[in-house]
């Protein structure tokens, strides 16, 4: 009897932990990258619009989030971030299409758009270059233990090896581009 108590008891507690995973979605893309979220510069004729992103689950402790969307296929040797934002305030819980680019005015109060790889502030989206093939654009969304005290200025490396030190959990999502 007691055996059976504890087993009830661990699955409980599995299943209790399994439904408060740290989670990320986008009601606009489905997997997908368009032209609507394409780079508008470099021969491309995209939108340029910034996905929308909803999070749930939050870990406790979170003072602050951060996102980025990197594209490890890249053909430069190191991948390419298209997007670097953080000290996103610990409130905020989703991203609404554009707001780290068509319309900045939507970002919380207090959020950062560092550089991305263009050298340009906020969201730079994909570059599909013909014969490139496939590739997977990385969407994360990091809980953060603390702010980072960078500013607009720092690279995405700096960035990434602050989010590194201070992240509490992550939660990913993959969107595709395939160029023949």
């Given at each position: 009897?007691?055996?059976?108590?504890?087993?009830?008891?661990?699955?409980t507690?599995?299943?209790?932990?399994?439904?408060?995973?740290?989670?990320?979605?986008?009601?606009?893309?489905?997997?997908?990258?368009t032209?609507?979220?394409?780079?508008?510069?470099?021969?491309?004729?995209?939108?340029?619009?910034?996905?929308?992103?909803?999070?749930?689950?939050?870990?406790?402790?979170?003072?602050?989030?951060?996102?980025?969307?990197?594209?490890?296929?890249?053909?430069?040797?190191?991948?390419?971030?298209?997007?670097?934002?953080?000290?996103?305030?610990?409130?905020?819980?989703?991203?609404?299409?554009?707001?780290?680019?068509?319309?900045?005015?939507?970002?919380?109060?207090?959020?950062?758009?560092?550089?991305?790889?263009?050298?340009?502030?906020?969201?730079?989206?994909?570059?599909?270059?013909?014969?490139?093939?496939?590739?997977?654009?990385?969407?994360?969304?990091?809980?953060?233990?603390?702010?980072?005290?960078?500013?607009?200025?720092?690279?995405?490396?700096?960035?990434?090896?602050?989010?590194?030190?201070?992240?509490?959990?992550?939660?990913?999502?993959?969107a595709?581009?395939?160029?023949?």
């Open positions: 009897m007691t055996l059976g108590i504890v087993l009830l008891n661990a699955i507690l599995h299943a209790q932990s399994a439904a408060k995973t740290f989670t990320l979605k986008s009601s606009g893309l489905g997997g997908q990258l032209k609507d979220y394409y780079y508008n510069d470099w021969g491309v004729n995209g939108g340029n619009i910034s996905p929308d992103l909803a999070w749930e689950n939050v870990p406790e402790g979170t003072q602050a989030f951060a996102v980025t969307m990197y594209d490890a296929a890249a053909p430069t040797g190191s991948g390419w971030w298209h997007w670097v934002l953080f000290n996103v305030p610990a409130g905020t819980r989703s991203l609404k299409a554009g707001a780290a680019s068509t319309h900045p005015e939507l970002l919380p109060a207090g959020s950062i758009s560092s550089l991305n790889d263009f050298k340009q502030y906020g969201y730079g989206g994909p570059v599909p270059i013909p014969g490139s093939g496939f590739h997977p654009y990385v969407i994360t969304v990091y809980a953060l233990k603390n702010k980072i005290n960078l500013d607009k200025d720092a690279n995405p490396a700096l960035v990434g090896f602050n989010l590194g030190a201070n992240t509490i959990a992550k939660a990913s999502i993959i595709y581009v395939y160029v023949p």
